[in-house]
């Protein structure tokens, strides 16, 4: 099983990046999806999440802000981020779960290797 981040970088405060995470080993039609972030010093937060039936869920923090999509032919898990903010600025993982959706990273067994999102 492998899970590969792409998209990060960096981006002026009120831009939009988009960042992907390629699946092998495990479909996204298989298994909840989602992503967490976790910037310097603080703990791994899950901002959102979708379920195997392509039901999405965010946390407050990035609600409206923030989109989460996959692709079923592609095998890849999607989040694109517009009006980002300083406060968005993390390391970005994604992560596949056999069991519900959620934002505890307990549910996961599969991560990424994380892809770095500065906004500033």
């Known amino acids: 099983v492998q899970l590969v981040e792409s998209g990060g970088g960096s981006v002026q405060a009120g831009g939009s990046l988009r960042v992907s995470c390629a699946l092998s080993?495990?479909?996204?039609?298989?298994?909840?999806m989602g992503w967490f972030r976790q910037a310097p010093g603080k703990e791994r937060e899950g901002i959102a999440s979708i379920s195997k039936d392509d039901v999405p869920t965010y946390a407050t923090s990035v609600q409206g802000r923030f989109r989460i999509s996959k692709d079923t032919a592609k095998n890849t898990l999607d989040l694109q981020m517009d009006s980002l903010t300083p406060d968005d600025t993390a390391m970005y993982y994604c992560?596949?779960?056999?069991?519900?959706?959620?934002?505890?990273?307990?549910?996961?067994?599969?991560w990424g290797q994380g892809t770095q999102v500065t906004v500033s």
């Open positions: 080993g495990v479909t996204t039609s298989g298994y909840c």
């Open positions: 992560a596949a779960s056999r069991g519900v959706a959620s934002f505890s990273a307990m549910t996961y067994a599969y």
